[in-house]
Nanobody, 123 residues
Framework: QVQLVESGGGLVQTGGSLRLSCAAS????????MGWFRQAPGKERRIVAA????????YYADSVKGRFTISRDIAKNTVYLQMNSLKPEDTAVYYC????????????????WGQGTQVTVSS
């Protein structure tokens, strides 16, 4: 059974930073791409960033390019999302997911999701 557990969310002021973590278990972490999505109240869940199995390739939504960085630590079975220069519009519940490739994660659907972690950016 695959489990994805996010952590690191919280309340931060505009311009601040947070680092989200997603710990994966249940199947070979290094064989799968990982992704972060977010969902704001009343809006659809949208892709934020994704990273391939080796960490050599990444994808970012236009809204976060230059501010967010996705990375992974294979030894720790964990994927991270470093979020800098946060804006109020980044406020959302952030979810991680796992898929065969970055393209799979972007196009969906993926089978496994974490429970989400709330990020709130105050103005």
């Amino acid at each position: 059974q695959v489990q994805l557990v996010e952590s690191g969310g919280g309340l931060v002021q505009t311009g601040g930073s947070l680092r989200l973590s997603c710990a994966a278990s249940g199947r070979t972490f290094s064989s799968y791409a990982m992704g972060w999505f977010r969902q704001a109240p009343g809006k659809e869940r949208r892709i934020v960033a994704a990273i391939n199995w080796s960490g050599s390739s990444t994808y970012y939504a236009d809204s976060v390019k230059g501010r967010f960085t996705i990375s992974r630590d294979i030894a720790k079975n964990t994927v991270y999302l470093q979020m800098n220069s946060l804006k109020p519009e980044d406020t959302a519940v952030y979810y991680c997911t796992q898929g065969r490739t970055i393209a799979t994660i972007i196009s969906g659907p993926t089978d496994y999701w974490g429970q989400g972690t709330q990020v709130t950016v105050s103005s």
